[in-house]
């Protein structure tokens, strides 16, 4: 059973930064793709950015690029999400999904499974 599990959520001022990880739980991910996503308060799930594991290509929304990285671990099968420049705006529940195939899905429905969240909000 495929289970991610996030953490490094928390209070953070604007300009700060923060470093969320999701831990996965799966036999292999040579052909899968990890997304992270967003949802603040009354608004639609976003899609944030993520990273093809085989080879480490990411992509970004326009409103995280340049101040977001994805990245992998693949000893520790874990992603992160390395959050810098915080602006109030971020402020929402920030949560990981995985799937194959092997490319950035930017749907979050396109993804077979995904974690329960992390809350991370952004003081101005």
């Known amino acids: 059973q495929v289970q991610l599990v996030e953490s490094g959520g928390g209070l953070a001022q604007a300009g700060g930064s923060l470093r969320l990880s999701c831990a996965i739980s799966a036999r292999g991910l040579s052909t899968s793709s990890l997304g992270w996503f967003r949802q603040a308060s009354g608004k639609e799930e976003e899609f944030v950015g993520g990273?093809?594991?085989?080879?480490?290509?990411?992509s970004y929304a326009d409103s995280v690029r340049g101040r977001f990285i994805v990245s992998r671990d693949n000893a520790k099968k874990t992603g992160f999400l390395q959050m810098n420049s915080l602006k109030p705006e971020d402020t929402a529940v920030y949560f990981c999904?995985?799937?194959?195939?092997?490319?950035?899905?930017?749907?979050?429905?396109?993804?077979?499974?995904r974690g329960q969240g992390t809350q991370v909000t952004v003081s101005s």
């Open positions: 999904a995985l799937s194959d195939p092997a490319y950035i899905m930017r749907r979050l429905t396109n993804y077979l499974y």
């Open positions: 990273i093809v594991w085989s080879d480490g290509a990411t």
